[in-house]
């Protein structure tokens, strides 16, 4: 991709003699004299790469150049600015580039130090653009695997139900805790509808301030507000004939709920500031972990909105519930996690290791998982098999649920050897059963209390 280069500068000579070295490097690149056209610019290019004389007008002081680079930087963290000062704005050059600018020159300018200093800027994004997108197609892969990965009854239905709502336009409304994978299952229904060759666009609706997800979701026109310079079609027209995800939907203002419902509704639009509202054809599926029911209960969720999006709802089981899931999904994510470490060989858990981690409760479900099993990779230092040192204190301080199935030690009494063969037993049924009680007790011939007084007996989960 060419880089963009914005020079900000109040001296024309300036601007015209490095705009002209920039070009023969391959750069494309952008100018302004003062810092509203500095803005302006940056927007309308979309430059990452910006080198800034602090001393602008008005003032002609190199506060007016600070004050833009801090603009700048907030507008957009991941640009490097490039600061030119003179020897007496020294500190201040400093103090920027502690707040985030990339690096200072000192007046007057060398023309080879300038080429230098952007060059490695211009590799810096390229190396960062190449994380990100590693990131994003690790996180993809992850995400696609493992919250469809399992056997366990209440994931085997969810993902059932899923299939089944994939051909229809009902609206879908996925629930479960935070990190179960409900972006995935979204994911896997519009891959499987008959809008899967559309767009799929995904928002949090608790991420963004109510009037700026208003604008996000709907649009608007140039002049609606301060910053609408010019018109945004918004995420539903972005979504026009495919699917639009509305992730925490619980966290939707209830102003919005109402625009929200009128969509759902009559599939229309109104863009703020708009007069004339316009027609979509969109699927909505939405997802929340928070108790709908109670909020609508309490009135901080419309009811009419709650029957809309509950066309049909999917809930997603907790990790904890999926326990005999759980190794085929850690020995997943450290497959994954391999494109991360360099030169980590193919690498296995032990079983003590697995008992710790079958042990744990996951709050974080697979969220947590994936990061405990990027760490013990990481921690193995080129093992090729994870052991109880590599987990996280918290995961090796957890008493491990399984280890019920260790042989007595020597010596051990008639009754001691019973009890240790009764352990292991029950965790083996519990294992080939994927954790249901009810299920392991038949297959132990108990009843499912006897089962549950047995698990308590021996310290099993």
């Excluded at 805790?177 to 979204?186: D, I, P, Q, R, W």
Aim: charged share 25%; net charge neutral; hydrophobic share 45%.
């Amino acid at each position: 991709m060419t880089e963009t280069v914005l020079l900000i500068d109040d001296d024309p000579g300036f601007r015209d003699a490095y705009r002209e070295l920039l070009a023969q490097e391959g750069y494309a690149v952008a100018e302004a004299g003062a810092a509203p056209k500095g803005l302006a610019e940056l927007r309308r290019t979309s430059a990452r790469l910006v080198v800034l004389d602090l001393m602008l007008p008005p003032s002609g002081r190199p506060e007016e150049g600070a004050a833009l680079a801090e603009k700048i930087l907030a507008e957009r963290p991941a640009a490097k600015v490039i600061v030119v000062s003179g020897a007496g704005e020294t500190p201040l050059a400093l103090r920027l580039v502690e707040r985030g600018a990339y690096d200072f020159l000192a007046k007057p300018v060398d023309p080879d130090v300038l080429l230098a200093v952007v060059a490695r800027a211009a590799a810096r994004l390229a190396l960062e653009d190449r994380v990100a997108e590693l990131e994003r197609s690790l996180t993809a892969r992850e995400g696609d695997a493992s919250a469809l990965l399992g056997q366990s009854p209440a994931f085997l239905d969810a993902k059932t139900l899923c299939e089944r709502a994939a051909p229809t336009d009902v609206p879908v409304l996925i629930t479960g805790e935070s990190g179960t994978g409900k972006e995935v299952f979204a994911r896997y229904l519009h891959a499987r509808s008959r809008r899967k060759d559309r767009p799929f666009i995904a928002v949090n609706c608790g991420a963004l301030a109510p009037t700026l997800l208003e604008s996000t979701l709907f649009g608007h026109k140039r002049g609606a507000f301060t910053s609408a310079i010019k018109d945004a079609p918004g995420l539903f027209v972005e979504a026009d004939g495919g699917t639009l995800f509305l992730d925490e939907l619980g966290d939707m203002d209830p102003a919005l709920q109402v625009k929200l419902l009128r969509v759902l509704e009559t599939g229309e639009i109104l863009p703020v500031g708009a007069a004339r509202p316009s027609t979509v054809d969109v699927r909505i599926v939405s997802a929340t972990h928070r108790a709908l029911e109670s909020m609508v209960a309490n009135k901080t969720f419309r009811d009419d909105l709650y029957w809309r999006v509950r066309g049909i709802e999917i809930p997603l089981p907790r990790l904890a519930d999926r326990v005999g899931d759980l190794p085929l999904l850690a020995q997943h994510f450290l497959n994954v996690s391999r494109a991360l470490v360099p030169r980590s060989p193919v690498t296995s858990i032990s079983p003590g290791a697995m008992r710790r981690l079958e042990a744990c409760d996951w709050p974080g479900n697979l969220r947590e998982l994936r990061h405990e099993m990027q760490r013990a990779l990481v921690m193995a230092g080129g093992r090729g098999e994870i052991l109880e040192e590599d987990l996280s204190p918290a995961r090796r301080g957890a008493a491990p649920a399984a280890a019920a199935g260790d042989e007595p030690a020597e010596g051990a009494t008639l009754e001691e050897k019973i009890a240790a063969l009764e352990r292991r037993e029950i965790a083996a049924a519990l294992r080939a059963t994927q954790g249901n009680r009810s299920h392991a007790a038949a297959r132990l011939g108990l009843s499912r209390q006897g089962l549950l007084n047995k698990m308590d007996r021996h310290g099993l989960k």
